[in-house]
């Protein structure tokens, strides 16, 4: 793909209805979609709080489509609600200056230009020309904005597909997926692009599958499966508490050392290894260092040491995960 790339500020239209004063917490309370005897949302309840990016993740099926539809008024729930600003969508009197979202990358009319597309989509929502045109230079496709949609690369349609979400200025962006399809050099832009949008205090939720793909895009996490809640909080804990790894010759005479300087330690030493290993319960690796130094024992390894996401996330989700075995009983194609 070859695209030019910024972090310019993010001009808005301009002070308007919904735009400053808007509070833009998305809420969703005990939300449940039935498709027949399917549950494919299952009273799930969390809260995404401005100005901050939240990841909202699970394995391919856990629901998270279905609920993203129902938050933007696409499927009606079957209990529950889902709210942005306190208003459920169809409440909201101009929800393009509220809420931008991006569901599908591949819903563009194939025959038409991505900047033809914009323009339709402002005229509808009373943005002006010049907007579609700042969002195309934002989204870092002006030149291939005058080229047919259906010659678009996926990163390219994943870029129009933002152009389009931010056409009204909205407070709240909701992105389905928004990195797939993306290069290295295209996720790294998404990353600097939606953390300046959070510091502009905008409310953002983008879905994944993938925990480590938003590991270092997202503050937040709600994480799902079989369309229920199974973790909602910060990244950082998802890393655990901060921990290091230090091998040396006495890991005793170590663990004794760094006791004295308020930190615990419990020996992971194995007995294959000729040198003793602590982990001890700090990121310090420069206090550890010093107290190894003081203590006059020799460090032949030192590194913090974080869960990995990976296998946290596959305990967390695909353990139980319905779509892995059997279809579940009931589910068929149904109609919302
Ligand atoms: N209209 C429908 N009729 C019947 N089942 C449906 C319908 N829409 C979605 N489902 C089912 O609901 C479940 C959740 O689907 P959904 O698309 O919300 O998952 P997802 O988490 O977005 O998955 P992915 O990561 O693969 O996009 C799936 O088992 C899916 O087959």
Redesign the pocket.
Known sequence: MTTTTTTAPVPGPGPGPGTATQSARIEVRDLTKR??D?T??DHLSFTVEPGRITGFL????????????MLLGLIKPTAGTATIGGRRYHDIEKPMSVVGSALEATNFHPGRTGRDHLRVLADTAGVSTQRVDEMLELVGIPAAARKRAGGYSMGMRQRLGLAAAMLGDPQVLIL??PANGLDPEGIRWLRGFLRHLAGQGKTILI?S?MLQEVEQTVDDVVI?TN?QLVRQGAMSDLHGAPRALVRTSDPAALAGALRVSDITSSDVSSSDDGSGALMADTSDLRLIGDVALRAGLPIYELHGIQNDLEQLFFQLTENTN??LGQP?AG??????
Not at 58 to 69: Q, S, W
Not at 331 to 336: D, F, G, K, L, R
């Open positions: 498709f027949g399917f494919a949302v699970g394995p391919n099926g856990a629901g998270k489509t279905t609920t993203l539809r389905d997926e879905s599958h799902i369309g319905r779509n579940a589910q068929q194609e149904a109609q919302a």
